[in-house]
């Protein structure tokens, strides 16, 4: 018998992430303003805009590992409880916040691996330590998902002997490994030589078409084009154009998303 703690039981129809009108600011600086925005199930959803536009503390605030001031997050139909209001709003359940947190799992742009853990520790350290699981199932399940991004000769090494596009695979094994309801990516490939870029394209694109919910900051607007079902561009914390690949990046209808594309592509 395995706990599965992260298995809920969703309807069909219910999107894994739903965001309402989020507001969310630093102090005085007001960076979301008022955004919506749905990921269904099985869905990609790409986020693009400039640099400062709010796009990692977007997708920070879905995990909760940003608060917000207003507004409301559901996870899987779930409404994220908050006490407080304002700048003093915070989730008010614990169990609720780990819950979320373990079910979306991010990947960084610098990849943040355990510099002091092997590969396969790295992958297996949260399902053990947060998730509680059986270590010999963590384990193969592990090397299962090293495989999948092709590193399985990688298990026993440290990160620091990999190269970038290795240990980003290697964190993408590790986001899998807690087998969460969906993927958060920041701008997964912004760290690595063009070279190194596609390998890691790669293993992201087998994971959409495999039918993964996840949600992608990306400056790579050919990934954006290529695996998304919706695309979002943000400018200055709200949400000024979106829609599927092929009408934004085909058809964009507004003057800002016209001169962010031409910059950008
Ligand atoms: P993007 O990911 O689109 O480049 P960010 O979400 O990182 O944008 O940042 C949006 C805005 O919020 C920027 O003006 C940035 O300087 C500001 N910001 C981000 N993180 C913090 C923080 N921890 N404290 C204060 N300001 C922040
Ligand atoms: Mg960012």
């Given at each position: 018998?395995?706990?599965?703690?992260?298995?809920?039981?969703?309807?069909?129809?219910?999107?894994?992430?739903?965001?309402?009108?989020?507001?969310?600011?630093?102090?005085?600086?007001?960076?979301?303003?008022?955004?919506?925005?749905?990921?269904?199930?099985?869905?990609?959803?790409?986020?693009?805009?400039?640099?400062?536009?709010?796009?990692?503390?977007?997708?920070?605030?879905?995990?909760l590992?940003?608060d917000?001031?207003?507004?409301?997050?559901?996870?899987?139909?779930?409404?994220?409880?908050w006490r407080g209001?304002?700048?003093n709003r915070h989730p008010a359940?614990?169990?609720?916040v780990?819950?979320?947190?373990?079910?979306?799992?991010?990947?960084?742009?610098?990849?943040?691996?355990?510099?002091?853990?092997?590969?396969?520790?790295?992958?297996?350290?949260?399902?053990?330590?947060?998730?509680?699981?059986?270590?010999?199932?963590?384990?193969?399940?592990?090397?299962?998902?090293?495989?999948?991004?092709?590193?399985?000769?990688?298990?026993?090494?440290?990160?620091?002997?990999?190269?970038?596009?290795?240990?980003?695979?290697?964190?993408?094994?590790?986001?899998?490994?807690?087998?969460?309801?969906?993927?958060?990516?920041?701008?997964?490939?912004?760290?690595?030589?063009?070279?190194?870029?596609?390998?890691?394209?790669?293993?992201?694109?087998?994971?959409?078409?495999?039918?993964?919910?996840?949600?992608?900051?990306?400056?790579?607007?050919?990934?954006?084009?290529?695996?998304?079902?919706?695309?979002?561009?943000?400018?200055?914390?709200?949400?000024?154009?979106?829609?599927?690949?092929?009408?934004?990046?085909?058809?964009?209808?507004?003057?800002?998303?016209?001169?962010?594309?031409?910059?950008?592509?």
């Open positions: 018998m395995t706990a599965e703690p992260n298995a809920t039981n969703p309807a069909r129809d219910v999107p894994v992430i739903e965001i309402r009108d989020l507001h969310k600011s630093y102090g005085q600086l007001e960076v979301l303003k008022g955004v919506d925005m749905t990921a269904p199930k099985g869905h990609v959803i790409s986020l693009i805009g400039s640099s400062g536009s709010g796009k990692s503390t977007l997708l920070r605030c879905c995990n590992l940003e917000s001031q207003q507004g409301d997050i559901l996870f899987e139909g779930e409404a994220v409880r209001t304002g700048l359940d614990k169990a609720q780990l819950r979320i947190r373990t079910n979306l799992s991010m990947v960084f742009q610098q990849f943040n691996l355990w510099a002091h853990m092997s590969i396969l520790q790295n992958v297996m350290e949260a399902p053990l330590t947060v998730l509680k699981r059986d270590p010999a199932e963590v384990e193969e399940k592990a090397r299962g998902y090293l495989a999948k991004v092709g590193i399985a000769d990688k298990a026993d090494v440290w990160p620091a002997q990999l190269s970038g596009g290795q240990q980003q695979r290697a964190a993408i094994a590790r986001a899998l490994c807690m087998e969460p309801r969906a993927l958060l990516f920041d701008e997964p490939t912004s760290a690595l030589d063009p070279e190194l870029e596609q390998e890691v394209i790669k293993v992201i694109k087998a994971l959409a078409e495999e039918g993964r919910t996840m949600i992608i900051v990306t400056h790579d607007m050919k990934l954006a084009a290529d695996v998304s079902d919706h695309v979002v561009f943000l400018h200055k914390g709200k949400i000024e154009e979106e829609g599927p690949p092929d009408t934004l990046f085909g058809n964009p209808q507004t003057e800002r998303l016209r001169g962010f594309l031409s910059a950008t592509m």
